[in-house]
């Protein structure tokens, strides 16, 4: 985790609630990414659904967690690497989702963004879909 640490060092505006405090720790300790659906039943028992959803945001809009969406629609969120802002995301990877155990992760393969004539590119995302290291 040594490559992510200055993104929770540096907090920005985010005011350390508990409920704050218990999503960044799922991050620190996950490697691979998580799921909206996934955290909200992960964490129930501790705050709502509305809770939930408001830190992912703040978190995203604060340069430490980014998202993208799934085969199904879903949204996915993972830890940031080094170099992410609050205005600038520099999280240009594709990810990965298996067909067999539906693990999903970031894949640290350099993706060239194409220019494209009269177009401004703000946002992309690719997902591969396969079948992961131990589903082979
Ligand atoms: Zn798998
Ligand atoms: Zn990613």
Redesign the pocket.
């Known amino acids: 985790m040594q490559q992510s640490c200055s993104n929770f060092v540096d907090m920005g505006v985010i005011r350390k609630t508990k409920s704050v405090q218990i999503l960044l720790d799922i991050f620190a300790k996950n490697e691979e990414?998580i799921s909206v659906v996934q955290l909200v039943e992960f964490l129930k028992e501790q705050m709502n659904k509305t809770t939930v959803y408001r830190i992912l945001e703040r978190l995203e809009n604060d340069g430490i967690v980014?998202s993208?969406m799934d085969k199904d629609g879903i949204k996915w969120y993972?830890t940031?690497k080094s170099g992410c802002t609050s205005s600038h995301h520099s999280?240009i990877?594709p990810?990965f989702q298996c067909q067999e155990c539906g693990k999903v992760?970031?894949?640290s393969v350099e993706m060239k963004i194409p220019e494209v004539p009269n177009r401004t590119i703000n946002f992309s995302q690719i997902l591969l879909i396969g079948k992961c290291e131990e589903c082979r």
């Open positions: 990414a980014h993208f993972a940031c999280d990877h990810h992760d970031c894949l």
